[in-house]
Structures are given as structure tokens and as C-alpha cells.
């Protein structure tokens, strides 16, 4: 059995090991980096403090030694510019991997005291995945997270062994992560997770002699190779956790096939905190409420109340739900996302699960983006089988038409999507196997086409571009008769040489030369694209040719290094 601290006295007790013989390394080192940065909080002003480190037990000590210095921890979910410029709203300072972060203090000696810290006055604020919207902040107290780790401690503990080992492909800067990969083992005694794992050869790699448990999502699990040796993991992996989003019952099955276990699904929220779980193998679609969570229906829409959430009070969840008769209940869609397009109501939820039962189609996401016309629909789609080949066979058009043709009969003509993003395999996803919204706008902005470098020397490089009809440079370039603006393949040139060629950065362009325009460049065509550096005269030549002829050419000058 574990050593049941709960995450107050997760440090103290974690001092107590280091302090027996022959304790681990591991502890020792993370006990040692808390007390470091702990110190480099207590000498920083400001209450409020962002931490992003990508080393699970890096962050935990960070996190801890925060806390115990009194701060107020706030946890990014990326990096990404847009995520920082609104991060500054909610901190006095950053730490860690973040710009300018603040980093640990050495200590000449022991680093003191673990007090228990006060759960009503130890605190995090973290952010939604912001994949039905933009991200949101949400406060956490220790006490409801101390709460939430019991609760994961009473449902699952019992089937974990002491020495387990925890593989993740999650990042712990989102509540499922940091429950599941920092709190929750460090509240029973266990060790952190080494790395985050990305790639499935990385989790069998892994996985050793010793029992392991798998912290995972839907978008890992449901992407299991079949050409992969699995049978490491058969014998080493004890559990499977699952959470973020609802995992297809295919992939819970390919998953039990593979890892021998069938994943335990965890649902809930950033704000509500954990509410229930399930195994496709043994529940098929029924929830069972975790220890301490009550639950009703409330206008057919799933409420929860328990000490995960901030107050006493009725959480009602933007999810449908069914009593299941057995003191469960089945989800059943969450309520529409309904936006205004030009005053008339637009469910980008029925154009999703429209998308979803054509049988082009695997997977569906729709998003609001601003085009030149205004705001419209945009659908990103993974394709089925079928789609697949359809887009093969006969291409992207015909594929696109088929969609919208699936959409007529339930969709108004002003809410049919203008742009449109074909995957076959998945859509983009964070750490967390999340597709935000900012992930999927950030699809319809693309300006640049699709490289393929093909020849190359030191000073030479040859690439063929794709001009795929997604790309944002078609918006008012021109309606009806679209072309690749002038302005645009500059930017291809300056953008792409650099991946190939020694050429300085943009800041110290100066001028361009002999520059012709000889032909316009057009929706879906192959574009072949020459460059050579010409260091002598610090100038970069490129042309860019098709079957159709040429295109443009000319030379870009850069200042040179001295004037």
C-alpha cells in the first residue's frame, strides 16, 4: 500500500523518505530542487507567479516550492504568443522555461521545514483547453484538489502496486495532468513520471519489467499502430487511464488488444474537476459518479455537486445526459454551440455531427473565421476510408462537393462552410489530446504552401510547392477568379530560403531587384521554386516556375553585416 499523504503534507513526507536509509535518488534530487526554488519565490515580489517547465518532476518541485513560499501558481497551457499575451493579465511574474523566467536559488544546505501548506489558501489558476472556445480561467483551492486526488486515491489506489511506474503522453500544465501525473502520485508516495512520452515506440520502450501505469487521451489511444511490437507493454502495463474526451469504442478496444487493459475513462472538466468514470469493456457507455461526486439531471442537462468544485452549489454541465437505471447515467451530446452569422442563429454543433454521418467522413470540427466577406463558418474534417479515396481519386473538389451536398438538406446556404481543411489521418492536438479553437483557426491561416525539397546544395536549393485552395491569401485575391498575390510569394521566398540557405534574417532586408511577375499563380497548381544564395553580393535569386511557365523571379538584397 502507499504512504496516503494527501498533497498538504506531499513534502514533508517525501523529507521523511529522503531521510531513511537507502532512499531513492529520484526523491532526494526532487526534494532538493523544491527547496531551490522555493527560495527563488520567497526573494521574488509579486504574489502571483506562471510556471511552464516540460520536466514533470522540474515542475513539481517548482510548483511545490511556490507554494510553500506563499505564491499564487498560474499554469499555461502552451507557449504559443497569443497564450502569453493574455497571460500577463494574471501574473506579477514567470518562471521556468517561460521568457525571462525565474529560475532556482542554491542552497549551501538544507533547505528546512515542509509545513503543511493551507488548503484554503494554496491555489492555482489554470486555463480550459479552449476547444469549444477561448481559453478560461479557472481558480483551483488546494482543498479541492486535495479533495479530487482522495476521491482518484479511493476509486483506483487499490488496483495500483507501490513500486508502479508512470508513463504519460500528457502534459501536467492542464488539470489531468497535474492530477494525474504530479498530485495524485506525490499525495500516495509514488514516483513521477520521467518524461512525456510522444510517440507510442516511446511508450513501449518504456515500459520495463516493472508494473506501469499509462496516463493517456483519446487522441494517443486511438492511433495505435498495428504494425508495432505491443507485447512489452502486455506484460508491464496494470492500467490504463483516459480523459479529455470521449474515447471511441474502436479505439478502447484496440487499446485493450494492445496494452491487455481496458482503459479507465475519466470524465469531467477543468471546472468541475473529475466527475465519473468508465471501462467500455465491463460499462460500454454508462458513467459511474467517482467517491464523494453526486449528480442529478437538471433539464436533461447533467448537474454535479461535489468538493471538487469551488462551493456547495449545482454545477450544471453543458452535457446531456440519461439515467442509465443502474445509479449511472450516458451522455448524450453536449448542448449546441450556437453563433450569429449576419443575425441568423448558426449551430456549428449540427454542421459537426452533420459533417460526421456522411460516410466521407472520420471526424468533424467546425470553427468561425474572418474572411473578407465577414465572419463564416470554416470545417476542418478528417477523412474515413472513403474520403480518403474519394480525395485520391477524384480530388479535392469532388470531396468538398460531396460534403456540402451532405449538408444541404439541414444547414442554411449562409452557414455552409468557405473553407475547408481535409486530414487523413488527425487534426492538430496540445498535450493534452485537445484540438483548441485557436489550433483549428490557426488551420484556415495558413499563408504558406506545403514545401518539398527535392535538390540542394550549400548555396542552391530546389523545393515544389504545393498551392493548396485552403490558403488564406486567396481571401479577396480574387473572388471568382483567385490568384497568389504578388506580396504573397515574396513572403514564400523569404520564409522557406532560410530552412535551406545561409540567408540573413528579414531585419536586414534592403531592397528587391529585377523583379518580374510574368504569370499568375492559381489555386492547386505545382510550383517549382529555385533558389541560390549569392554571399558575394549577400543576395538571394529565386524563381518559381510550373508546367504553365514561369511565374516570378528576381533577387532579394540584404544589408551586409557591417553597414
Known sequence: MTEWTGIRGAMAALARRVAQPGADADAARLLARAG????????????????HIDSTQEFAAALFGAWHAGKHVVLPGDMRPDTLLALRVHTDGWAGELPQGLQPRDLDG???????????????????????????????????????????QAAFGAQLPRD????????????????????????????????????????????????????????????????????????????????????????????????????????????????AWRQRARQQDRWTALPGVAWRLQDGFLAVRSAHLPNDDWHVCADRALADGEQGFVLAGRADRVAKIEEKRVSLTRIEQALAASPLVQDARAVLVDLDVGTRVAAAVVL??????????????????????????????????????????????????????????????????????????????????DVGEHLAIFDGHFPGTPIVPGVAQIDWVMTLAPQRLPVPARERFLRLDVLKFQGVIRPGS????????????????????????????GRIIFRSEHG
Open 36 to 51: 531551490a526554488w522555493r527560495a527563488a519565490f520567497a526573494a521574488a515580489p509579486g504574489e502571483r507567479w506562471a510556471i
Open 110 to 152: 538544507d533547505a528546512g521545514a515542509w509545513p503543511p501548506l493551507l488548503p484554503d489558501d494554496t491555489s492555482v489558476t489554470l486555463f480550459t483547453s479552449g476547444s469549444t472556445g477561448a481559453p478560461e480561467a479557472i481558480h483551483k483551492r488546494l482543498a479541492q484538489l486535495d479533495a479530487e486526488t482522495a476521491a482518484l
Open 164 to 275: 508502479v511506474r508512470l508513463l504519460a503522453t500528457v502534459s501536467h500544465q492542464h488539470i489531468y495532468g497535474l492530477l494525474f501525473c504530479v498530485l495524485w502520485p506525490l499525495a500516495a508516495g509514488r514516483a513521477l513520471p520521467q518524461v512525456r512520452l510522444a510517440f507510442h515506440e516511446e511508450v513501449v520502450a518504456a515500459c520495463g519489467d516493472a508494473p506501469v501505469v499509462l496516463v493517456s487521451s483519446p487522441a494517443h489511444l486511438r492511433r495505435m499502430p498495428e504494425s508495432l511490437d505491443w507485447s512489452a507493454a502486455r506484460a508491464a502495463v496494470c492500467a490504463v487511464f483516459s480523459s479529455g474526451g470521449p474515447l471511441p469504442p474502436t479505439a478502447a478496444d484496440d487499446a485493450l488488444r494492445h496494452l491487455g487493459q481496458s482503459p479507465i475513462e475519466v470524465f469531467g472538466s477543468s471546472e468541475t474537476g473529475g466527475i
Open 384 to 465: 474515413a476510408e472513403a474520403g480518403a479515396a474519394m480525395l485520391a481519386d477524384a480530388g479535392r473538389p469532388a470531396v468538398i462537393a460531396a460534403l456540402k451536398a451532405a449538408l444541404a438538406d439541414g444547414v442554411d446556404p449562409l452557414a455552409l462552410p468557405r473553407r475547408w481543411h481535409l486530414a487523413i489521418e488527425a487534426l492538430p492536438c496540445n498535450a493534452q489530446g485537445k484540438t483548441t479553437e485557436a489550433m483549428l483557426r490557426d488551420l484556415f491561416h495558413q499563408t504558406l504552401p506545403r514545401a518539398v525539397w527535392i535538390e540542394g546544395s550549400d548555396n542552391t536549393a530546389v523545393a515544389t510547392l
Open 526 to 553: 505545382q510550383v517549382r521554386l529555385d533558389l541560390e544564395w549569392l554571399p558575394a553580393k549577400a543576395a538571394l535569386a529565386f524563381r518559381l516556375t510550373s508546367a504553365a511557365g514561369p511565374h516570378a523571379s
